[in-house]
């Protein structure tokens, strides 16, 4: 499952589970994903499912909408990519991208020592952005 992990101003940790075809991001309450945040337009952005992944698209926000630092309008999204909504910073994550990762991944033989992989986990916190 695909998530979209939100940091808002190193206060609150958010992470929401991307559930449906289309995800709507803004401050509107009648957004799927809600950022209380005032650098976040109404219609901020969405998140769209595709068959390769995910895609994101900016919606005319007052801010932009960028993904690694590059401002976008329409790109789609690899698996630990940096979102910026206004000034609202988040990660993507899609497991099964991770599992795809990983399944391609193979320690060579000549290697005797133990291999560490370490993945951060992220609690979700079910309160709004603070302000």
């Known amino acids: 499952m695909a998530r979209l992990v939100l940091d808002c101003d190193g206060i609150d940790v958010i992470t929401h589970d991307l559930i449906g075809d289309v995800i ?7 957004n799927d ?4 945040h005032p650098t976040v337009s109404w219609q901020h952005a969405a998140l769209t499912k595709s068959p ?10 007052t801010n932009g909408t960028q993904i690694d630092g590059v401002s976008i309008t329409d790109a789609e ?20 991208a991770s599992t795809d ?8 033989s000549e290697h005797d020592g133990l291999a ?3 993945v951060s986990e992220t609690q979700s916190i079910l309160s709004p952005c603070a302000q």
């Not at 709507?24 to 009648?30: A, F, H, Q, V």
């Not at 994903?33 to 209380?36: G, K, L, M, Y």
């Not at 206004?86 to 497991?95: M, Q």
């Not at 990762?101 to 060579?108: H, I, K, L, P």
């Open 24 to 30: 709507t991001i803004g401050r509107t309450p009648s």
């Open 101 to 108: 990762q990983a399944r391609g991944m193979q320690v060579s």
């Open 116 to 118: 560490q992989v370490r």
């Open 52 to 61: 390769s992944g995910y895609r994101l698209k900016d919606l005319g926000s």
């Open 77 to 96: 999204l690899k698996d630990g990519a940096e979102i910026r909504f206004g000034y609202v910073t988040g990660v993507f994550r899609d497991a099964t």
């Open 33 to 36: 994903v809600v950022i209380d």
